[in-house]
């Protein structure tokens, strides 16, 4: 039992003690036994006193990296420094972490006061592992310490002013395999020139067949020479950029937590941003609120992705105006032959006849529909129709668990993102 959980046991002691020397003194008529009686009942209302006047103040700091991808385990230091006052054998500690943070199996673990495992009286420190759920940007602080009295009967409450932040990057899909989303362990598939401008494909080199490649790519006269299968193997030479358009429209975020179609938008973009920068390709973002471009040749690509996730981990649906005006004036900046793939839970009618245009440009354009009722929630706008931009527009509909994100890997929504057949 730790000093502060001793506090009951104490305050028995005193009273049983001072109750026997009162009834020794009034049996034995000792006038010091009663004086010692009142001097060990007055002595926890000393020890409060003394406590409260001169109380112990503390400051505090907190050491954690300042980004994490979600589902990733990461490890939170607290530090305690006393400052003066009464010295302290114990001390207890509780932080202040979003739920978000804190892993459901251990709901408990990081809510409760605990004693600094460290302490030496004047410094110590305690370390937490949070793991997030799902991205997004959250506060931590501030902490709380509760210290005792010189006899530890007493807790004293204290706040430490210390916040930070962390801020939960959004975690692709992974491919469930290999040929998902790009090159396979056979070179790019057939279905690979759709996603190109122009050819799109290099002449990488002859190979020995294996089982489940076309036959149209044998190379007959390698096979002849040799007497064994040997086929064509292709390299991808340029991936076409993609434009992820995600709507952000105040009121049309359905669902609660990360079953929400904010969050399986998010996760959709990041997979399908991620894709692309892996295969060679650039990623523009355009929201009511952004647009930012991440080009194949960047100078620093790592720092690139990383401002395209960071303001993918910042996104809400708080914005006052609708998309398309601001798809309109947009426009400008991106190329002909634009791929298009939008991200939406709201039928807004100006959305739909832009993309209709965009298409009779020769753009390309994939729609990301979240059915909002699947999500709890009521549809502000329209339904969307799979004819809705034209017959080279793709329209892909995702509800709320049959798609998670979360269940078996995603199995069920990595589908959808996969080329189409």
């Known amino acids: 039992m730790n000093r502060?959980?001793?506090?009951?046991?104490?305050?028995?002691?005193?009273?049983?003690?001072?109750?026997?020397?009162f009834?020794?003194?009034?049996?034995?008529?000792?006038?010091?036994?009663?004086?010692?009686?009142?001097?060990?009942?007055?002595?926890?209302?000393?020890?409060?006193?003394?406590?409260?006047?001169f109380a112990t103040r503390f400051a505090a700091s907190r050491e954690h990296s300042a980004t994490v991808p979600e589902g990733r385990r990461l490890s939170v230091t607290l530090e305690?420094?006393?400052?003066?006052?009464?010295?302290?054998?114990?001390?207890?500690?509780?932080?202040?972490?979003?739920?978000?943070?804190?892993?459901p199996d251990t709901p408990n673990a990081l809510t409760t006061p605990a004693p600094l495992p460290t302490w030496d009286g004047a410094t110590g420190s305690r370390t937490d592992f949070v793991e997030p759920q799902y991205r997004g940007?959250?506060?931590?602080?501030?902490?709380?310490?509760?210290?005792?009295?010189?006899?530890?009967?007493?807790?004293?409450?204290a706040n430490l002013p210390i916040e930070t932040e962390l801020v939960v990057l959004p975690e692709p899909l992974a491919a469930l395999?290999?040929?998902?989303?790009?090159?396979?362990?056979?070179?790019v598939r057939e279905r690979d020139g759709k996603t190109r401008r122009g050819e799109?494909?290099?002449?990488?080199?002859?190979?020995?067949?294996?089982?489940g490649d076309p036959l149209r790519r044998v190379h007959w006269p390698t096979s002849a020479r040799t007497g064994k299968l040997a086929v064509i193997e292709f390299e991808r030479a340029y991936q076409q950029d993609i434009c992820i358009v995600m709507d952000l429209t105040a009121g049309t975020n359905y669902g609660r937590g990360r079953d929400s179609t904010l969050e399986y938008a998010v996760k959709v973009a990041a997979t399908l941003a991620d894709r692309t920068l892996r295969a060679g390709g650039g990623?523009?973002?355009?929201?009511q609120h952004d647009n930012l471009a991440v080009k194949p040749r960047e100078a620093d690509p790592e720092a690139a992705r990383f401002r395209l996730f960071d303001r993918l981990a910042r996104l809400k649906c708080d914005a006052d105006t609708p998309l398309a005006p601001s798809l309109t004036a947009a426009r400008t900046v991106t190329d002909g032959g634009t791929h298009y793939a939008v991200l939406t839970s709201y039928g807004e009618p100006g959305l739909l006849a832009f993309l209709a245009d965009r298409v009779r440009h020769g753009d390309s354009v994939v729609v990301y529909f979240f059915e909002p009722t699947s999500f709890g929630g009521v549809p502000k706008g329209g339904v969307l129709s799979p004819a809705v931009a034209g017959k080279s527009a793709t329209l892909r509909v995702i509800e709320c668990g049959t798609h998670s994100p979360w269940k078996e890997g995603g199995r069920n929504l990595e589908y959808l993102l996969r080329d189409d057949s």
């Open 23 to 53: 009834v020794v003194a009034v049996l034995l008529d000792l006038q010091y036994l009663y004086l010692m009686a009142v001097a060990l009942a007055v002595l926890p209302l000393a020890s409060y006193t003394l406590a409260y006047f």
């Open 80 to 103: 305690v420094v006393s400052q003066g006052g009464l010295p302290q054998s114990a001390v207890q500690v509780v932080d202040t972490i979003p739920a978000e943070l804190i892993n």
């Open 200 to 211: 799109g494909m290099e002449f990488h080199g002859v190979r020995e067949y294996q089982q």
């Open 177 to 187: 395999d290999k040929s998902a989303g790009g090159e396979g362990a056979r070179g």
């Open 4 to 21: 502060l959980g001793s506090a009951g046991i104490k305050s028995l002691v005193i009273t049983v003690a001072t109750a026997f020397l």
């Open 137 to 157: 940007v959250y506060k931590l602080g501030p902490a709380r310490l509760v210290s005792t009295d010189p006899l530890g009967l007493f807790s004293f409450s």
């Open 283 to 287: 990623v523009r973002l355009l929201t």
